[in-house]
């Protein structure tokens, strides 16, 4: 992961390389802070090269499971 790419995980709050749910890697990046909804950002997975949605839970990556 590049330097840009870190930064921009920084700067928009998001997780810089969150896990791809088709191929459960971590070579992910982030291509749009919004997706098709607010509350969700648009990621790209250089493994299986499908795009992806990643919801954004209030400072967490995953939310709490009980």
């Known amino acids: ?38 509350s969700v950002a648009t990621y790209w997975c250089d493994r299986c090269r499908t795009a992806f949605e990643h919801i954004k839970w209030a400072g967490a990556d995953s939310p709490l499971v009980p």
């Open 1 to 38: 992961m590049s330097a840009d790419e870190v930064a921009a995980g920084a700067t928009t709050g998001l997780p810089a390389s969150p896990r791809c749910p088709f191929c459960d890697r971590t070579e992910t990046r982030l291509v749009n802070p919004f997706g098709s909804q607010l």
